[in-house]
């Protein structure tokens, strides 16, 4: 253990280093300055002030939100550091929601599509996501509201437009949500500054076959399926 007062150490003292917490019994003795290295913090048993030296690192996650991206008229930011955190970041309609320890940034491009390509059916709403580097989220949630006659988003990989996903449009809140993780579209290795739209598109989802169903028969001796039955005749 590095000690670094020429001072006696108080019985039961508790050392805290780097961030752990070492407890020990009955420490005698002294330690020139010179030997030893690093950070910490040493406190008696009632909670008294032993001694420090060094500068701990800050437990934070350390990570600066992003600049705004070029082109961009609002932006807003926000961090978490803990695992257990969330790093909210709210502009005008638009909600974006960082799960875990991380920074990210939001911005409106108030002026219009911000790339070289046109994106079809577009509403003229553009939004940037970018999550900084480092960031540890499990997932981002997007809430984006009172898009008019949007129904859906798309976003621009560098090449073209993509349908972003998942997502849904619930028309009692006029709202567009979705959940983005390592598997959606974009990922989350893909919030580098990634530009999205908002489009008139309605989004619409294939129903899942049911495994049930029942059979009836005619008059004429034909059977008729229902559901996922057979049909006999």
């Known amino acids: 253990m590095k000690i670094s ?37 040493g406190y008696d048993n009632s909670g008294t002030y032993g001694f420090g030296y060094g500068t701990c690192p800050s437990s934070s996650s350390g990570l600066t939100p992003p600049a705004a991206p070029a082109g961009s008229t609002a932006s807003q930011s926000a961090s978490s550091s803990s695992a257990s ?85 619930n028309p009692s809140t006029g709202c567009i949500t979705s959940t983005l993780s390592s598997t959606s579209s974009p990922s989350l290795s893909q919030l580098g500054g990634t530009v999205i739209g908002v489009t008139t598109q309605t989004i619409t989802t294939t129903p899942t076959s049911s495994s049930q169903g029942y059979w009836e028969v005619a008059s004429d001796g034909g059977i008729f399926s229902f559901g996922s039955s057979t049909f006999y005749g």
């Open 5 to 41: 007062a020429s001072k006696i150490l108080p019985a039961a003292l508790v050392l805290l280093v780097g961030g752990g917490i070492v407890t020990s019994g009955l420490l005698t003795g002294t330690a020139p300055v010179s030997a030893y290295s690093g950070c910490g913090y």
């Open 85 to 169: 955190g969330t790093a909210v970041a709210t502009l005008n309609s638009l909600t974006v929601e960082g799960i875990g320890a991380g920074a990210l940034t939001i911005a409106d491009y108030g002026n219009g599509n911000p790339t070289s390509q046109a994106l079809s059916a577009a509403t003229g709403q553009y939004i940037d996501i970018q999550l900084a580097s480092g960031s540890t989220f499990t997932s981002v949630d997007v809430t984006l509201c009172n898009v008019g006659t949007g129904r859906s988003l798309s976003w621009y990989n560098g090449t073209t437009w993509v349908t972003l996903s998942p997502e849904s449009y």
